[in-house]
């Protein structure tokens, strides 16, 4: 059976032990608390096992979090870096390209609809601009262009001449 190693072995000094518990007092974020733990527990002697277990994080994550450590000397290491975020959908549609379709009304372009529905909106949009674009992405970009949908009502553009006698007839069926 293998011998555990110890904080030493592992790198960790006492005056690790000390940064990091003044870390664990000012710590703001979740993960950089939970890391910082672990690695406390990890330089008073506890394994990685049982660091892992106890700040719920795994033991290849602990073991991760001590290598960064070890390399830097510095609490900040534990800080997750940026990241560039998920890529954006359909960048070649801009609010400008939008605006322009719904300013002409879907038959005049051989569609079997008076108005535009965003179903509809963003089929056409990715068949023009040859990138598809999701009804909930199209959504979301013309709330943030402050534009809302909302149903056609529906109306007559003239009253039938006859309309009372036509209504009275109706009802008296």
Do not use: N
Not at 29 to 44: I, K, M, N, S
């Amino acid at each position: 059976m293998r011998k555990a190693l110890g904080p030493a072995q592992r790198g960790l000094t006492r005056y690790d032990r000390v940064r990091l518990q003044r870390a664990l007092q000012h710590a703001e974020d979740v993960r950089l608390y939970r890391r910082a733990q672990a690695l406390l527990l990890v330089a008073e002697g506890r394994t990685l096992a049982e660091a892992a277990h106890v700040t719920g994080l795994s033991r290849p994550a602990v073991y991760f979090w001590l290598k960064r450590y070890v390399r830097l000397r510095r609490v900040e290491a534990l800080r997750d870096e940026p990241r560039r975020g998920r890529p954006p959908v359909a960048s070649c549609i801009t609010p400008e390209d939008i605006l322009r379709e719904l300013s002409s009304p879907p038959s005049d372009l051989s569609y079997s609809s008076h108005t535009w529905t965003v179903a509809l909106l963003a089929t056409h949009l990715g068949r023009l601009y040859g990138c598809s674009i999701h009804p909930d992405t199209l959504r979301r970009r013309m709330r943030a262009m402050d534009l809302s949908w909302k149903r056609p009502r529906y109306v007559y553009s003239e009253k039938a001449p006859h309309l009372p006698q036509k209504k009275q007839r109706s009802s008296a069926d």
